[in-house]
């Protein structure tokens, strides 16, 4: 069966088949959208640019791997600030602006395992996660992707 998830543009049954993933989970426990992915007015230059993720809305939340992985970075950079990158098979999930991490660089992580605590390092505003999904190294639309896979799942026999 070959699901291909026009909302996304990736072939999901293929990913399934190459990863073997078994659940998925949401980054933090409450989804709220502060800034959406794509096209937008940059909160802090006023230009138009593309935001590469979904900015959620947090308070010292707790946050998650969303699917099993091997942690790829735990790094800084003046943007991300405190980043963790983990890689599922040819997808890579990142977590910015945290302000702990709690894995280390090489682990393996299980979906849904607690990697760090959101804060607001790096170019931010206020408190939030910055969270995306990149497949081959290009962006996907991160929140669709995880409800295509929570409801591709959830028919699945
Ligand atoms: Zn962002």
């Not at 947090?58 to 942690?71: E, K, P």
Request: proline content about 5%; glycine content about 8%.
């Amino acid at each position: 069966m070959k699901l291909l998830c026009p909302a996304i543009g990736i072939c999901l049954s293929l990913f399934f088949a190459q990863a073997g993933f078994a659940q998925v989970y949401l980054p933090i426990s409450a989804l709220h959208v502060t800034s959406p992915y794509g096209l937008r007015v940059h909160p802090i230059t006023g230009l138009q640019d593309f935001h590469s993720g979904v900015d959620l809305a947090a308070n010292h939340s707790v946050i998650y791997a969303v699917l099993a992985g091997r942690v790829i970075s735990c790094a800084s950079n003046p943007f991300l600030g405190n980043f963790i990158r983990i890689a599922h098979g040819e997808i890579q999930s990142i977590y910015g602006h945290l302000s702990a991490v709690l894995i280390r660089q090489g682990t393996c992580v299980k979906a849904g395992e607690v990697i760090g605590i959101s804060g607001s390092t790096g170019r931010s505003t206020a408190e939030h996660l910055h969270f995306s999904v990149r497949y081959q190294n290009q962006p996907i639309h991160p929140l669709k992707f995880l409800l295509q896979l929570q409801s591709s799942w959830a028919v699945a026999p």
